[in-house]
C-alpha cells in the first residue's frame, strides 16, 4: 500500500515560480511511476506530468512542457513539480499519484492506482 500527500501549494502571481513536494509512504514507491495530475473547477482532471521509477523517462504535458519539471528522490520516497512561468490557466488542485505503468502510458491513460488528497495552486493576474 502507498499513501501520498502533496504540500506546497498556494497563491502565487502570474510569472512567479512554486514547488510542490508529494510525500510516500510504503516501499512499493521507490518502484513506482509518480505523477502529477491536475483539476480545475468544473473541468476534467489533467495529466501535467510523470517521471518513472528511476528518474530517467518522463513525460509532460503540452500545456506545461518547458515550464514545469518533475523529479523525485527515492532515498527520501518523495516526487517534485517545480513550475516557473506560471500561468491563471495552471490555476487547480494538483494531485500526486502512482502506478507501475510507464510514463507515457500514464500521460494517454491520465489514471493511476494511488492518488493524494490534493493541494491547492492558485495563480492570479
Known amino acids: 500500500q502507498v499513501q501520498l500527500v502533496e504540500s506546497g501549494g498556494g497563491l502565487v502571481q502570474a510569472g512567479d515560480s512554486l514547488r510542490l513536494s508529494c510525500a510516500a509512504s510504503?516501499?512499493?514507491?521507490?518502484?513506482?511511476?509518480a505523477s502529477w495530475f491536475r483539476q480545475a473547477p468544473g473541468q476534467e482532471r489533467e495529466f501535467v506530468a510523470a517521471?518513472?521509477?528511476?528518474?530517467?523517462?518522463?513525460s509532460y504535458s503540452g500545456s506545461v512542457k518547458g515550464r514545469f519539471t518533475i523529479s523525485r528522490d527515492n532515498a527520501k520516497n518523495t516526487v517534485y513539480l517545480q513550475m516557473n512561468s506560471l500561468k491563471p490557466e495552471d490555476t487547480a488542485v494538483y494531485y500526486c499519484?502512482?502506478?507501475?505503468?510507464?510514463?507515457?502510458?500514464?500521460?494517454?491513460?491520465?489514471?493511476?492506482?494511488?492518488w493524494g488528497q490534493g493541494t491547492q495552486v492558485t495563480v492570479s493576474s
Open positions: 510504503g516501499r512499493a514507491f521507490s518502484f513506482l511511476t
Open positions: 517521471i518513472d521509477w528511476s528518474g530517467g523517462r518522463t
Open positions: 499519484a502512482a502506478d507501475n505503468r510507464s510514463p507515457s502510458t500514464i500521460a494517454v491513460v491520465t489514471s493511476a492506482t494511488y
